[in-house]
């Protein structure tokens, strides 16, 4: 999930709203004689002519990485920028076409797809080069693709750099720091087994680590299991160091999630695949409980590409692309109303969640905690649902939420990214501030713990309060991970804009990376962690 805004700025255009790009093509087009003569400089001198030089116009459209939305609005004001540029390989595409497809061949998961899956994927997302575009981007920018992340797993963290290395650290019982030992490592360990490899994202589960390459290779270590991670006999053999999931050789993956009861994989194509939890039709097959093959997530979403999967407990939600927008589905374990369809039951198939619209949110992140769910909207408003134990929903109460409801207190915070752990949530706003709320246990909020006259320790808190602590970094955050796990204490990481680290919360296992920590088994105040990530 990203932080970091488009380095480029919007352009504005008078009288065009900035609406999702099928809705800005699908517009009428207005006649604006002046600006036509201005694109092809039919009679006055000093004037650029764009249909003398479209390379020019197509180097710069690309150089400057102008956005999906950016693209339509030059098609809708101007006719140059609609007509067929005669380029290859499309002759009849527009010159905005073309960048938006030049800007997709930068992407490592869109470079070594074949014309076939190409003009697939095209066809999936809406018929437009602009818009695989914005599906390519959105899961970018949901899950920093290709950049910088950490994660603060259940007792283990992984930290990877820009350059696709990837640090472990922390328990190590199963081998899920990938060194070839169970020993536990107190600070930042390179694994030096996957050299050659770049590695573009990574999830942490109870005893497992997950890791997606840019090539779509899924590599697993620690427990041999992709369900019931906490407990149980699965998982009894243990793997050490970095190995290819050979059920997954066939698919392109892009981004894994692990749940207690089951782990999610998303293809580049956004098609989800499960594994296990397949008794009773949990999640829309009928398996055994230990089943290793990857089984496509059916119903609603099988011709919808997916641009996120976030894992809870026992469900899963899927923020889908559609033409018109995105929108959230979820599956699974209903109790508490984490679905979002305004009820407390199951879901075998995925279901669209509906209130969004109501609200008139588009949403943009989703984060699933253990209990409880929140999405950011492209308006920077934040919703949250489910159980609402210890105020870890915002809304200054412990009340469960069935349908999303928005976070009245953070009306005046523009938020951008949205972390979610066992009854916690943290959310980043634009300028890079932090705010948390929900359960303060093992300090992982971030917060200093408000003592009564009687001794008693009140770490909780029922509405969204700024991490001063991380002010004194003086630096923008862009990423927050903590761990969602019911069976683990919490700990938290920030990240910077720079690629430093920072860690606070729970660290009796060298989960922070920091050190042993001196008669203490946590650390309130973030401390900077030993590994640079930029």
């Known amino acids: 999930m990203d932080a970091t805004a488009s380095e480029s700025q919007a352009i504005q255009y008078r009288d065009i709203s900035d609406q999702p790009v099928a809705a800005v093509v699908a517009s009428p087009i207005r006649t604006f004689q002046r600006q036509t003569r201005h694109c092809f400089g039919d009679t006055i001198p000093g004037e650029f002519p764009l249909a003398a030089s479209p390379s020019i116009v197509l180097h710069v459209l690309t150089s400057c990485n102008f956005t999906p939305q950016d693209l339509a609005k030059l098609e809708a004001t101007c006719s140059f920028f609609r007509q067929p540029a005669n380029f290859d390989p499309d002759q009849e595409l527009s010159v905005t076409e073309i960048a938006a497809l030049d800007m997709c061949q930068k992407r490592a998961i869109f470079k070594p797809m074949t014309p076939e899956e190409r003009q697939d994927l095209k066809r999936k997302c809406g018929g437009s080069w602009k818009l695989v575009l914005c599906f390519l981007l959105a899961g970018e ?296 709320f929900g359960c303060g246990e093992s300090a992982s909020l971030g917060h200093v713990a408000i003592v009564d006259a009687q001794g008693n320790r009140h770490t909780n808190v029922l509405s969204p309060a700024l991490v001063t602590s991380l002010k004194q970094v003086n630096e923008k955050i862009v990423q927050i991970s903590l761990t969602n796990s019911i069976y683990w204490n919490a700990h938290t990481f920030a990240l910077t804009e720079s690629g430093k680290l920072y860690a606070f919360g729970a660290g009796d296992k060298g989960q922070l990376g920091i050190g042993p920590i001196a008669n203490q088994t946590e650390k309130q105040n973030p401390e900077q962690v030993d590994v640079d990530l930029s």
């Open 141 to 436: 920018i949901c899950c920093r693709r290709e950049k910088s992340q950490a994660i603060a797993g259940p007792g283990h963290s992984i930290a990877v750099t820009s350059e696709g290395e990837v640090h472990t650290f922390g328990s190590n019982i199963n081998g899920q720091l990938g060194h070839g030992t169970t020993e536990e490592e107190w600070r930042p360990r390179l694994i030096r087994s996957l050299q050659g490899v770049r590695i573009i994202q990574a999830a942490a589960g109870a005893g497992r680590t997950m890791l997606i390459s840019d090539a779509g290779q899924v590599y697993a270590f620690g427990k041999d299991s992709f369900g019931e991670a906490e407990w149980g006999g699965q998982g009894s053999n243990l793997v050490t160091t970095p190995r290819l999931v050979e059920s997954l050789k066939g698919i392109f993956v892009v981004q894994a999630a692990i749940g207690n009861f089951f782990t999610a994989v998303l293809s580049r194509e956004g098609r989800v695949y499960t594994f296990c939890w397949g008794t009773d039709g949990k999640l829309g097959h009928h398996t055994e409980p230990n089943d290793v093959e990857p089984r496509p997530l059916l119903g609603a979403l099988e011709n919808v590409p997916v641009v996120q999967i976030a894992a809870g407990y026992c469900y899963l939600l899927a923020l889908a692309f559609e033409p018109s927008g995105m929108s959230v589905y979820s599956v699974g374990c209903g109790l508490g109303g984490k679905l979002g369809h305004g009820a407390k039951t199951d879901e075998r198939y995925p279901r669209l969640i509906e209130q969004f619209r109501h609200l008139n949110v588009q949403p943009m992140v989703v984060a699933a905690g253990a209990w409880h769910a929140a999405v950011v909207g492209r308006d920077g408003r934040v919703c949250t649902w489910g159980w609402g134990r210890y105020g870890c929903l915002g809304h200054g109460d412990e009340e469960c939420e069935l349908v999303p409801k928005v976070v009245e207190s953070l009306n005046n915070v523009k938020a951008v990214h949205v972390a979610t752990g066992d009854y916690t949530t943290f959310v980043v706003s634009e300028a890079g501030e932090v705010y948390s």
